[in-house]
C-alpha cells in the first residue's frame, strides 16, 4: 500500500471527503491567499472595474483559442 498520498472517504458508494497531509494542503492551496492578497492591493489603487461579461467573455476567448490549437 502506498502511503503519504490523499485518502479518498465515500459515502453510498460516492465521493464525500479527502483527508491529505498539511504539506500536500499547502502546495495546493498556498498560492491562493497570495494571489488574492494581490488582487485586493490591486483593487485597492484603482476605480478601474471589469463587469461580468468582459472577465467571463475573455476567459471563454481564451479557451476557445486553446481548443482550437
Not at 471527503?17 to 495546493?28: A, G, I, P, R
Not at 471589469?50 to 482550437?68: N, T
Request: proline share 1%.
Amino acid at each position: 500500500m502506498a502511503t503519504g498520498g490523499p485518502v479518498f472517504l465515500t459515502k453510498n458508494g460516492y465521493g464525500s471527503m479527502v483527508v491529505m497531509n498539511m504539506e500536500q494542503y499547502e502546495s495546493l492551496t498556498g498560492n491562493v491567499e497570495a494571489m488574492l492578497d494581490a488582487a485586493d492591493r490591486q483593487a485597492a489603487s484603482t476605480t478601474m472595474r471589469y463587469s461580468h461579461d468582459e472577465v467571463f467573455g475573455a476567459l471563454r476567448e481564451e479557451l476557445h483559442r486553446a481548443d482550437a490549437v
